[in-house]
């Protein structure tokens, strides 16, 4: 007499794969709203008065509150003790709150009301290096109403990053885990793609011109994400009761004391300073970059938004082949040096070749070439660090690992945003108009992040042949 044995959800892969869409489309609309003020910077600057050190603290803002109130610590505790299910539903309706507070910043309702008087008087800090807060003064009552929405949101997305981590190792451990981190990643970063489109456009383009259009966009969008966690969530209760389990780890449950094992452990630090080298050369060059190319190659908004439109889509296209080559065949620990050397490569190029060749034919073929590299580059992240960190964690942890990497990573995003913010104003006295900037210094930095992740990327991969962590190794197990 043969006993039935029942499929569990997550080893169907139209469900599983279904699972993951709905996690993607949430980071997708994620991605779109991180990114939907970074094409519109010339127009902050003229109808809202944010100059380059405003523009920096607000687009730092976003990671405020999960470095220096840990917030992202405790997202990682919350998600190991409550699930995924749970921690998805609160990251999108913190995502959603603090969207709607960034939309009303920039928007008409704001000019000339008490929140705007409020806001002139609130935090007037001196632009000193020990300022470590968003806030300066002099800064425009928008910038930091705005600051204060993205930063609410940051808590959410960045919530979201760890949760949606988490539950694609909970449907594809063993399975397509790489490709399926890859093309969640791909999904995310075709966001971006369509704000450096879509948001000059909304603004720019429909009259009157309005940089507020595109922001409320994206809070609809929001909106919409929030609906899919929702959905997702059904999926994961119904996978959990199958399983037989109302958490992660029944028998062996997480603890926050076993923290330690994370903070005591060579290779989990040089996977997390990876992370945040790797990220803090990309997502505030990201905030930059269609200004860096008006500068460089003297086009418009719309112009640059083209040309930097090949970043994430390319990186889209590529993360998936990239993932499924990891899954199938291993080196990635050898993929993450070749990230960092393609980086190298693209920023030197971007401080101290394109500049050369401003007004040339010559230059948007370069300025072309050197963000399909540095796409390339960055889809070698997802695709090889991720899906490393279950092989280096236990899996009652893995929550807390993704939330430790990611406070870290933070870290480097808060300050660099700021960093080249005041490179910009020290290497361009008296310059006024946005489309005059020379960036050869801020991508010099960026280079330098590039020179250091490699340097890590080689420890790693040594730390790997010696321990035998399986960094090097095929993600899919083989029955």
Known sequence: MSEK????LKDIPAVRWTALILLAIAMFFGYIFMDV???????????????????????????????????????????????????????????????????????AAFIGSAAENAMNHFMNLPLKWWNITPFFDGMPASAKMSAIGFMIFGC?????????SRGIVKWFKGKELALAMGIEMAI?????????????????????????????AAVL????????????????????????????????????????????????????????????AIFPFQKYANNMLQCNLGYTADQAGRVFFVFP???????????????????????????????????????????STKGTPIAPVIAY????????????????LWPSVPKLVDNKLLGSAYAVIFWIQNIGLYAFPIIIGAALRATNPGVENPLEYNYTVPMLIFASLGVLALIFGIMLKAEDKKKGYGLELPNIKQE
Not at 192 to 213: N, T
Not at 378 to 383: D, N, Y
């Open 5 to 8: 044995v029942t499929k569990l």
């Open 37 to 107: 003020l970074s094409p519109l910077q010339e127009l902050l600057k003229t109808d809202r008065g944010w100059g380059p050190d405003a523009y920096g603290r607000y687009a730092g803002s976003e990671t405020f509150l999960n470095v220096f109130i840990f917030f992202l610590i405790f997202a990682g505790i919350i998600l190991d003790k409550m699930g995924v299910r749970f921690t998805a539903i609160l990251s999108g309706s913190v995502m959603l709150f603090g969207a709607a507070i960034n939309y009303y910043a920039v928007s």
């Open 156 to 164: 959410g997305v960045e919530m979201a990053g760890i949760t949606v």
């Open 188 to 216: 995310a970063r075709i966001g971006v793609a369509v704000v450096f489109l879509g948001s000059p456009y909304l603004a720019a383009k429909i009259e009157p011109v309005d940089v507020s259009r595109p922001v409320a």
């Open 221 to 280: 969008l929001l909106a919409i994400g929030l609906i899919s966690l929702i959905a997702y969530s059904f999926m994961d209760k119904k996978l959990e009761i199958q399983m037989g389990e109302s958490g992660e780890e029944k028998d062996d449950p997480f603890k926050v004391r076993d923290l330690k094992l994370l903070f005591t452990s060579k290779v989990f630090w040089l996977v997390a300073l990876l992370c945040v080298l790797y990220y803090s």
């Open 313 to 355: 889509l390319g990186a889209a296209a590529i993360t998936p082949f990239l993932g499924n080559f990891l899954d199938k065949k291993g080196k990635g620990a050898s993929m993450l040096m070749l990230g960092a050397l393609l980086m190298i490569g693209c920023h030197l190029v971007f401080a101290l070749v394109l500049p």
């Open 369 to 384: 070439a050197s963000i399909i590299l540095l796409g390339i580059s960055f889809s070698l992240v997802p695709a090889a």
